[in-house]
């Protein structure tokens, strides 16, 4: 499958700014699909996932209450949804999908397949 994410952009503070991600390829509903990010100088981190039917969600602690993603799989695609953006958001971030793992995956290594990244800038 391939993945294309899209959205990232310059935000001040308190902004939002919705992230999705166009998958094409293999059928879409066989993958939980997970959004990581990745700052300069630090290892690429779990931002959140959703099961394959969509049904199950999971965050990260750090943006709890602030992201919520989603996903179509009428249109394959995943969407992260960011509100009350804070500096430390400013990252890389990527698309994965995964089919290998019985459970939603918060690793990376639960992932087959990565979009290119999206940058997202949060200024104070």
């Known amino acids: 499958v391939q993945l294309q994410a899209s959205g990232g952009g310059l935000v001040q503070a308190g902004g939002s700014l919705r992230l999705s991600c166009a998958a094409s390829?293999?059928?879409?509903?066989?993958?939980?699909m997970g959004w990581f990010r990745q700052a300069p100088g630090k290892e690429r981190e779990f931002v959140a996932a959703?099961?394959?039917?969509?049904?199950?969600?999971y965050y990260a602690d750090s943006v709890k209450g602030r992201f919520t993603i989603s996903r179509n799989n009428a249109k394959n695609t995943v969407d992260l949804q960011m509100n009350s953006l804070e500096s430390e958001d400013t990252a890389a971030y990527y698309c994965?999908?995964?089919?290998?793992?019985?459970?939603?995956?918060?690793?990376?290594?639960?992932?087959?397949?990565w979009g290119q990244g999206t940058q997202v800038t949060v200024s104070s």
């Open positions: 994965a999908a995964g089919s290998t793992t019985v459970l939603v995956s918060r690793s990376a290594s639960g992932y087959d397949y």
């Open positions: 390829g293999r059928t879409f509903s066989i993958y939980d």
């Open positions: 959703v099961s394959r039917s969509g049904g199950n969600v």
